[in-house]
């Protein structure tokens, strides 16, 4: 049985990884700080838990080797040199990086103060952030070219590792579940969802059972390369809202904005106009067939955070309260 150690295993993409690889027939390690943390199914289904943390565990979380590492927690080139030296016992390496990486012809990202403006979906080929060692990680300037000096780490290393790079990831277990901004609305009983620029925002979806459908891909084709990983549709925010509205069975009046709206109103996390969008034919021509389009795997996370009885952990308060000031709404809606 082909043996597969997933780093951040009990996180959003890792345990959506773990249920595909288990499912697939591999004996599958997930590594994380906390136990509690292991998905219950993934449990049931025969996927191991080892306790260690990746800031100066990796050897014990790694074990006698692996025919399949997937790092999710690779964020600088430091943690990628952290790994070269167990890469041997390795048959092939997967580290999630991300689309963040990626800089328009005036060198504009995702992070930056100026909206990038891509001239249609986005191919590996497309320039990158300079890559930097510098500045940190966990800010709007580093979280991209720390990615970048991550990847060049392991692509330049002559072990088979493939850098997948997804856009917005959505599934059950997520601390940022994009969709809330209409989940709550629903469970809220409200009548109206309000969009701003009309909704046609695009910042494309990622499933984590899309990126775990790739990953089983890679497992089976070891090699250095760069993919994108995207869900294979993009919709808009509108398209979203309708999705997220029919699944749960709600009806509401739409509200689309246009620029003569106040600024602040509708806001939701996909507001990218110009859109967003990744160019998948490289992973497909390796074999990818997506687990499902948009629609089809966002609905286990709908009905995860509708049947929730708390917020996940991390739930990050401070992004979604903007977007849901229903006051700021009804006062622009009855004026
Ligand atoms: N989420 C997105 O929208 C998105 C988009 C593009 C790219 N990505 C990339 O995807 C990767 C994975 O993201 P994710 O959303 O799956 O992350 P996640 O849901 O936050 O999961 C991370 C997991 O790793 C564990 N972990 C954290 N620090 C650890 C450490 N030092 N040692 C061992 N385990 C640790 C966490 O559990 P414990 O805290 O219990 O250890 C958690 O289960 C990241 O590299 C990110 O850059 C994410």
């Known amino acids: 049985m082909p043996r597969a150690v997933i780093l951040g295993g009990t996180g959003l993409i890792g345990r959506a990884a773990a249920r595909r690889l288990l499912a697939a027939g591999w004996d599958v390690t997930a590594v994380g700080r906390d136990r509690s943390r292991m998905p219950d199914d993934v449990v049931a289904a025969g996927g191991r838990f080892v306790a260690a943390d990746r800031n100066g565990e990796l050897a014990a979380a790694l074990g006698g080797g692996a ?25 092939s390496t997967v580290m999630i990086s991300t689309k963040a990486v990626y800089v328009d012809a005036a060198g504009n990202h995702v992070n930056s103060a100026a909206a990038p403006n891509f001239d249609g979906p986005i191919h590996e080929s497309q320039p990158t952030m300079a890559p930097r060692e510098d500045v940190e990680h966990l800010s709007a300037e580093g979280y991209g070219a720390n990615k970048v000096a991550a990847e060049r780490v ?14 917005r990831v959505h599934g059950v277990g997520t601390s940022k579940p994009d969709e809330w901004v209409f989940v709550k609305r629903v469970l809220d009983g409200r009548r109206v969802v309000v969009l701003s620029r009309g909704g046609r925002g695009v910042d494309q979806t990622s499933a984590a059972a899309n990126i775990a459908a790739l990953i089983e891909v890679v497992a089976q084709h070891p090699g250095p390369r760069v993919l994108n990983s995207a869900d294979p549709d993009a919709p808009n925010a509108l398209e979203i809202s309708r999705i997220v509205a029919a699944h749960l069975g709600h009806r509401w009046q739409e509200v689309l904005l246009d620029e003569h709206a106040p600024g602040g109103l509708g806001r939701h996390p996909w507001d990218r106009v110009p859109p967003i969008r990744l160019d998948m034919t490289a992973a497909r021509q390796l074999g990818y067939q997506p687990a499902g389009d948009y629609a089809a795997t966002v609905a286990a996370e709908l009905d995860w955070l509708t049947a929730a009885t708390e917020l996940p952990p991390n739930f990050d308060h401070d992004y979604f309260t903007p977007m849901l000031d229903y006051a700021a709404e009804d006062d622009y809606l009855n004026s």
């Open 67 to 91: 025919d399949l590492l997937v790092d999710c927690l690779c964020f600088t080139a430091a943690h990628a040199r952290d790994l070269l030296p167990l890469l041997a016992d390795v048959g």
């Open 154 to 167: 392991l692509l330049d290393s002559g072990h088979p590792v493939t850098v997948l790079r997804p856009s």
